[in-house]
C-alpha cells in the first residue's frame, strides 16, 4: 500500500489563511454579544472550556466553532442558538440554487412502492 502524501505546511497556511464568511460573521455574532453582556474574553472561554487565545480565533472567524461548543455559548451568552446567524447575508446564487432545487422535486413524478 502507498502511504498518504500530507500536504506542506505551505500548502496549509494558504488554505487556511482565507476565513469563510459564515465562520466571521457567527466570531462577530459571539464578540457582539459578550461585549453586550460585559463578559471578558477570559470568563467567556472558561465557560467554553477553550482559552483565551482559542476565542479570539472563533471570535475573529479564523477558525470554526463546532456544534457544541456554539450551543454551549448560546448557553453562557444567553441567547437561542439562531441568534448567531440572525442578519447573516444570503451567498450569491444560493437563493438561486435554493429555487430550482424546489421546482426539481416538485416536478418529480412520484414513485409507487
Given at each position: 500500500m502507498?502511504?498518504?502524501?500530507?500536504?506542506?505546511?505551505?500548502?496549509?497556511?494558504?488554505?487556511?489563511?482565507?476565513?469563510?464568511?459564515i465562520?466571521t460573521?457567527?466570531?462577530?455574532?459571539?464578540?457582539?454579544?459578550?461585549?453586550?453582556l460585559?463578559?471578558?474574553?477570559?470568563?467567556?472561554?472558561?465557560?467554553?472550556?477553550?482559552?483565551?487565545q482559542q476565542?479570539?480565533?472563533?471570535?475573529?472567524g479564523?477558525?470554526?466553532i463546532g456544534?457544541?461548543?456554539?450551543?454551549?455559548?448560546?448557553h453562557a451568552?444567553?441567547?437561542p442558538?439562531?441568534?448567531?446567524?440572525?442578519?447573516?447575508?444570503?451567498?450569491?446564487g444560493?437563493?438561486?440554487r435554493?429555487?430550482?432545487?424546489?421546482?426539481?422535486?416538485s416536478?418529480?413524478p412520484?414513485?409507487?412502492?
Amino acid at each position: 500500500m502507498t502511504k498518504p502524501i500530507a500536504p506542506s505546511a505551505e500548502v496549509l497556511m494558504v488554505a487556511n489563511s482565507a476565513a469563510d464568511p459564515i465562520d466571521t460573521h457567527v466570531g462577530a455574532r459571539v464578540r457582539m454579544r459578550r461585549l453586550r453582556l460585559g463578559m471578558s474574553q477570559e470568563e467567556l472561554a472558561d465557560a467554553l472550556g477553550v482559552t483565551c487565545q482559542q476565542l479570539r480565533h472563533y471570535e475573529n472567524g479564523t477558525d470554526r466553532i463546532g456544534a457544541v461548543r456554539l450551543y454551549h455559548a448560546a448557553h453562557a451568552l444567553q441567547v437561542p442558538l439562531i441568534f448567531f446567524f440572525e442578519q447573516l447575508p444570503v451567498p450569491d446564487g444560493m437563493e438561486r440554487r435554493r429555487r430550482s432545487r424546489r421546482r426539481t422535486f416538485s416536478q418529480r413524478p412520484r414513485v409507487q412502492r
